[in-house]
C-alpha cells in the first residue's frame, strides 16, 4: 500500500473506500452505503485531499468495523444457496450452448437454469423480480381491501435506501431485494406501505393499523431492522 501522511499508509487505497466531492457539504463526512458496500468520504469545497486523507485515517477503525458489517457477497452461481421467501434453495446450473433462451424454474430446495450464459445474475434477477412481485401484489391488495382502499399501480425496483414506499396517489414500490427476506418480514414490509395507503405519517394510528394489517409485524419489523442489510449482498460479484 502507498505511503503518505508521514508514512502512514495512503487511506484512499483502503478497500471499501470511495472519494465524493460535494459542493453542498460544509464539512468532511463519511457516509456508510451498505447497499454498495462502500464508505463515501464526502469533501467539501477548498479542503485539500491531504487534509481529506488524514481525516480518513484518523477513522480508519471506524472505517474498519463499518465495513466488518458489510452484507455477505453471495453471487448466483453454480451450487451456491440462497433464500426465497425464508426457505434455501440451491441454484443448480446447466449450460447448454446450443439454447437461445435461459430457462429457470424453483422448485422444492433447488432453482434450476437451463441457459447459454456465462454468467446468469441478469436472468436470474429478473425472474425473482416477477415472483416477488406476484406475491406482493397479492399481499398488499389483499391488505387494502380489508381497509377499503385501492391501490393505483405496484412496482419493484432495486431500491438503496427504502424496503418500500407509498406514494400520495396509491402507488406502491418496494425493493426487489425482499424476496431474500424471511415472509413474516415481508408482510411486515408489505402492511407498512400499505397502511400508508390511511396515513401518510407515522402516528399511534398508523403504527396501529401496520399491527392490525399483520400477525408477525412486530417480528418482521425486529428482523428486517437486524438483518435487512444482508439482503443487499445477493447477487452480487
Not at 88 to 93: A, G, L, V, W
Not at 140 to 155: E, L
Request: proline share 3%; with cysteine; net charge positive.
Amino acid at each position: 500500500m502507498p505511503l503518505s501522511l508521514d508514512n502512514k499508509p495512503m487511506v484512499m487505497d483502503i478497500e471499501h473506500l470511495e472519494v465524493h466531492k460535494s459542493r453542498r457539504a460544509k464539512r468532511l463526512a463519511l457516509r456508510v452505503d451498505s447497499s454498495r458496500c462502500v464508505i463515501r468520504l464526502v469533501i467539501p469545497p477548498h479542503t485539500s485531499m491531504r487534509r481529506a486523507e488524514e481525516f480518513a485515517y484518523l477513522n480508519r477503525d471506524w472505517i474498519a468495523e463499518k465495513v466488518s458489517n458489510f452484507p455477505k457477497i453471495i453471487p448466483f452461481e453454480d451450487n451456491e444457496t440462497i433464500p426465497i421467501f425464508g426457505q434455501d434453495k440451491t441454484i443448480n446450473i446447466t449450460y447448454d450452448a446450443s439454447i437461445k433462451t435461459t430457462r429457470i424454474r424453483v422448485e422444492d430446495d433447488r432453482i434450476h437454469v437451463h441457459t447459454n450464459q456465462d454468467d446468469i445474475t441478469s436472468r436470474l434477477s429478473r425472474h425473482l423480480k416477477r415472483l416477488v412481485k406476484d406475491e406482493i401484489s397479492i399481499l398488499a391488495r389483499n391488505k387494502a381491501a380489508r381497509i377499503d382502499k385501492k391501490i393505483d399501480a405496484i412496482s419493484v425496483r432495486d431500491t438503496k435506501s427504502r424496503w418500500g414506499s407509498c406514494s400520495s396517489t396509491g402507488t406502491l414500490s418496494f425493493s426487489w431485494r425482499l424476496i431474500f427476506a424471511p415472509y413474516i418480514a415481508l408482510d411486515y414490509v408489505v402492511a407498512h406501505e400499505v397502511a400508508h395507503l390511511v396515513h401518510m405519517d407515522h402516528s399511534k394510528n398508523f403504527w396501529s393499523l401496520c399491527c392490525d394489517l399483520s400477525d408477525e409485524y412486530v417480528k418482521g419489523k425486529k428482523w428486517m431492522n437486524t438483518h435487512g442489510h444482508t439482503l443487499h449482498g445477493y447477487g452480487r460479484t
